[in-house]
């Protein structure tokens, strides 16, 4: 009985040194890359949410998972690259709040055409750095999209910073637009661009809510 | 003494013309000696599709370093740069490899970033996108559409 107690007390030993600090371990990006979509899907399929007038109960729901599994600070932070730097406290958090709008926004509204297409995940390969999570998306004509997701440690989370679609880069498409934007005109300008758009799609929002 | 005097001009003229030839064959087949100046960093790239060694790499249209060589690591391309001297990388700089035109060579071009870390000697940059492969691309939309 004695000898049965020791082996136990050595197992679960082994067991909490293997699973590490934080408990971040291979197969954690996937896993938890895998409940954030299912979530996300469940909630696209639920036919409650699917009726006219909860359109936006069901994109904030949505927005609620994007929150969950995307560090939208790190995207917006990259993004925004070496002009990152000279920016003070207060640009950076509005800036996060603008990029993280944007990026809901342009994807957000598109998620919404979701139509019961299929994610397959295809492999992972962590190091100490960060995670890359290799999916497909199915579409019903059996063509498959690859999809990439770049991921880093953030605690005992798994959090997303960059989608690869085709093998483009999300950062990098807006790392060049910031760029072009900052460079031939100003940080300033590039802030009133976004706050623009934010404000037409804000007006487009209450009209189609308003019908 | 004439004839001899005749002979050295030949010969001079001679030793200048494989030194020129010397030279130019360095300059054209781009050959590096004792290494090469600049240091190292190594990219694995998904595919490289139609990267060659000796290919340019590229910041803003500007070149910075040379694909020295480009093999093969658990079934990725790992492709090794080597980058001039003085030129940083950050540690979230992207390796992109684009086409010259709409059909012309391939290069990489990295994209800086903004983290503070900066990769060193024989590092590596873990941010890339592999070249766009349009034949691909094309028939996932000729065929997708049943």
Same mark, same amino acid.
Not at chain 1, 22 to 41: E, F, K, N
Not at chain 2, 48 to 62: C, M, P, R, Y
């Given at each position: 009985m004695a000898r049965f107690a020791r %082996?136990? =007390?050595? =197992?679960? $030993?082994?067991?909490?040194?293997? %699973?590490?600090?934080?408990?971040?371990?291979?197969?954690?990006?996937?896993?938890?890359? @895998? =409940?954030?979509?299912?979530?996300?899907? #469940?909630?696209?399929?639920?036919?409650?949410?699917?009726?006219?007038?909860k359109q936006r109960?069901? @994109? $904030? &729901?949505?927005?609620? !998972? &994007?929150?969950?599994?995307?560090?939208?600070?790190?995207? $917006? #932070?990259?993004?925004?690259? @070496?002009h990152w730097a000279s920016r003070t406290q207060a640009e950076r958090d509005e800036f996060v709040l603008l990029f993280t709008d944007l990026l809901e926004r342009s994807y957000i509204s598109k998620i919404e055409l979701y139509g019961g297409e299929k994610i397959k995940f295809v492999g992972e390969s962590v190091d100490p750095e960060g995670a890359i999570v290799r999916t497909r998306l199915v579409t019903k004509q059996e063509s498959e999209i690859p999809i990439d997701y770049r991921m880093h440690a953030r605690g005992d989370k798994w959090l997303v910073y960059d989608v690869l679609i085709e093998g483009v880069s999300l950062i990098s498409n807006y790392r060049t637009q910031f760029n072009k934007i900052i460079t031939t005109s100003s940080y300033q300008e590039l802030v009133k661009k976004m706050k623009t758009k934010q404000g037409e799609f804000l007006h487009e929002e209450k009209r189609t809510s308003q019908r | 003494m004439e004839r001899s005097r005749a002979n050295i001009a030949v010969g001079v003229f001679v030793i200048l013309g494989m030194v020129a030839l010397g030279y130019l064959s360095i300059k054209l087949g781009q050959v590096s000696f004792l290494g090469g100046r600049g240091y190292v960093v190594? !990219?694995?790239?998904?595919?490289?599709?139609?990267?060659?060694?000796?290919?340019?790499?590229?910041? =803003?249209?500007?070149e910075i370093g040379r694909v020295e060589s480009i093999g093969l690591a658990d079934y990725q391309a790992r492709v090794t740069l080597r980058v001039q001297t003085g030129i940083k990388l950050q540690d979230d700089a992207i390796a992109s490899i684009k086409t010259k035109g709409l059909i012309g060579e391939k290069y990489i071009r990295i994209s800086p970033g903004g983290s503070e870390k900066i990769i060193p000697p024989n590092g590596k940059i873990r941010e890339v996108e592999a070249p766009v492969d349009f034949e691909e691309l094309l028939s996932k939309y000729i065929f997708g559409k049943v």
């Open positions: %082996a136990l =007390a050595l =197992a679960t $030993a082994l067991l909490v040194i293997l %699973a590490g600090p934080g408990g971040v371990w291979a197969g954690a990006p996937t896993d938890q890359l @895998r =409940a954030q979509i299912d979530r996300a899907v #469940k909630i696209l399929e639920d036919p409650e949410l699917k009726k006219d007038g109960e069901r @994109r $904030a &729901a949505v927005r609620q !998972v &994007a929150n969950d599994i995307f560090d939208f600070s790190e995207t $917006a #932070k990259r993004s925004l690259a @070496r | 190594t !990219v694995d790239f998904p595919s490289v599709g139609g990267l060659k060694s000796g290919s340019t790499v590229e910041i =803003a249209g500007v």
